[in-house]
């Protein structure tokens, strides 16, 4: 591990002195003017823990139950596409890291390791976290099936449906770079799946004559409850009406998330959502990603009602800088944090922190 990385914020600054312009400027950007991709991580800051002091602090853990599962801790690994990009080892080196520090891991659809070769791998691991597979919907349904079929095979536990992502945003900074994939990364499960092209005339729109004519909607998370066993869960809302859809079709959980701020720019961030998703939730688990870089934000998002929390960019950045380890120090370093911070609050269990930890000025 390179030397002076404390928190995930030594990550970032070393994973950018490590990677090139292209890499970069892919997995640290975001949207247009990045206003949510700031915001994300700002709107975390501006809440302030309102702590309990002298409470009973023995028999304290960070374990959790969801979805019928008991988790180590509440930190959990968002899909990213691309990874071998970033280290050769890739997803595989993730998925070790994850297995190793008992948290969930999301594989990307886009993943550029197959996801046999990732199951394979940490499927048998003791106290490892949930194995979920993440989806888009805007392909043939027979070759969603042959994804969904493939990932039940493997040992998939959960399947996570990004709906935030039609398209993708305007990413100003990966056009500038110049964005390609280097030779040796691809995203292996989606081979021959970007051809649909069909020839515009002058005038017509890229997106609503072409690529929008496949655009999945709440039918098709009815359809894929139909095929498979495992749960699902809904990743990408924002609006407690989308919440309240999830619920009625039956999903399993929902991922508040607005991508990392890589889609749509200026949207809230996802702790100022948070709380009314929660309550539109009903019994689902609401998870939630976006800007999370402290073990306070992961106190604050659970306080706010979130079950658990996923950690996207400062993964990526620990596995730029080591592999595996980087991955596994930068879990550890925020669950650490986690620790100290409930501690420090008055909680000894996940149980115990509810939304009077967040302060709210009376004034
Ligand atoms: C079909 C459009 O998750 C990223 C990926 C891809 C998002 C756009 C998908 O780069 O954030």
Not at 155 to 171: F, K, N
Not at 219 to 228: G, I, N, Y
Not at 318 to 331: E, M, P, Q, T
């Amino acid at each position: 591990l390179p030397h002076g990385l404390t928190n995930l914020e030594d990550h970032e600054q070393q994973a950018q002195k490590r990677l090139d312009d292209v890499a970069w400027a892919y997995f640290s950007g975001g949207a247009a003017d990045e206003h949510t991709l700031h915001h994300n991580r700002q709107a975390w800051t501006d809440l302030r823990l309102h702590p309990r002091v002298l409470r009973p602090m023995t028999g304290g853990h960070t374990r959790l139950s969801l979805l019928g599962k008991t988790l180590a801790h509440p930190i959990l690994l968002a899909p990213v596409a691309y990874q071998r990009m970033v280290h050769t080892d890739g997803e595989l080196a993730s998925a070790y890291a994850a297995a190793a520090q008992g948290a969930g891991f999301v594989l990307s659809m886009q993943t550029s390791t197959t996801m046999q070769t990732i199951a394979q791998a940490v499927h048998a691991e003791p106290g490892r976290g949930p194995m979920w597979l993440q989806l888009y919907l805007h392909y043939d349904r027979g070759f969603v099936v042959d994804m969904v079929k493939q990932a039940e095979a493997a040992g998939y536990e959960g399947l996570v449906v990004t709906v935030d992502a039609s398209v993708s945003g305007v990413r100003d900074r990966e056009r500038r770079t110049g964005f390609r994939l280097p030779d040796d990364v691809s995203a292996v499960h989606l081979a021959g799946q970007y051809h649909r092209n069909r020839p515009l005339n002058a005038g017509q729109s890229a997106l609503f004559d072409d690529l929008l004519l496949a655009a999945p909607g709440w039918p098709d998370l009815v359809w894929l409850k139909s095929v498979t066993h495992l749960p699902i869960l809904i990743k990408g809302v924002l609006h407690e009406g989308d919440a309240r859809l999830a619920v009625e079709l039956g999903l399993d959980g929902i991922i508040v998330s607005n991508h990392g701020g890589r889609t749509l720019d200026t949207v809230p961030a996802t702790a100022n959502v948070l709380a009314r998703i929660v309550d539109a939730a009903d019994h689902l688990p609401v998870l939630v990603d976006g800007g999370i870089r402290r073990g306070t934000d992961v106190l604050k998002a659970l306080a706010l009602g979130a079950t658990a929390v996923l950690i996207g960019r400062p993964y990526i950045y620990g596995l730029a800088n080591a592999g595996a380890v980087g991955v596994a120090h930068v879990l550890r370093l925020l669950r650490d944090e986690l620790e100290v911070a409930m501690a420090l609050s008055g909680v000894a269990t996940i149980d115990q922190i509810t939304p009077e930890l967040i302060y709210r000025d009376q004034s």
